[in-house]
């Protein structure tokens, strides 16, 4: 049985129509100018953001090829992304995101990688090792993108990606990110981090 299309449901196209506009804004100025574009999406879920990301690219090359790779160890989330964006530029891949320099055949020349509302507050060692693996996976001149739901774990993430040798580059506030109900503190995309590798 075919699943609902939830990238079809208007509070989430509304969130990603915000998403891909400060996405924009904070890459634009600090991504080299690119005839193409890898986008590596670390523990990625059923990866809502897939097509945001997609056209995000797209902008970014003024309409050169782009490829996603979307990664995540939950295997019904990747399912359901494969399914549900099979029309997209993109592979979903069952993979631990903190072992993902075992998986020798993705490089690691990607133009961006994106961890979408990361949950460093709920175990900082562990996602030591995916912003680590990620990083590991940029091209010199790459950029690695966090979006965060609340403020202090947001800070706690750019203050270990600083630690890993990362440099921030554009730190804003979605003021138009929209708040969650049932968690006073919290909304979507709320924080988005862009990152380079210090001196590069």
Known sequence: MTQPNPSTHPTLVEDMKKLRSILKDSLSPHLASQKDM????????????AETLVQVGTDLTHGG??????????????????????????????????????HKELGDDFNMVFLRHQNFWHGQELWK????????????????????????????ALRALEALGMEVVSNKRNRASRTLSDAPGKSVD???????????
């Open 65 to 102: 090829s782009v490829e996603m790779i979307g990664a995540d160890i939950r295997i019904r989330e990747i399912r359901q992304a494969r399914e549900t964006h099979a029309h997209l530029p993109a592979q979903f891949l069952i993979e631990d995101a903190t072992k993902i320099d075992q």
């Open 38 to 49: 890898r986008i590596l999406n670390l523990a990625c879920g059923r990866c809502d953001e």
């Open 129 to 156: 090792k995916i912003f680590d693996q990620g990083i590991a996976k940029l091209r010199p001149d790459g950029m690695l993108v966090i979006t965060s739901y609340f403020d202090v774990e947001h800070r706690l």
């Open 190 to 200: 709320r924080w988005v981090a862009v990152l380079k590798r210090r001196g590069s």
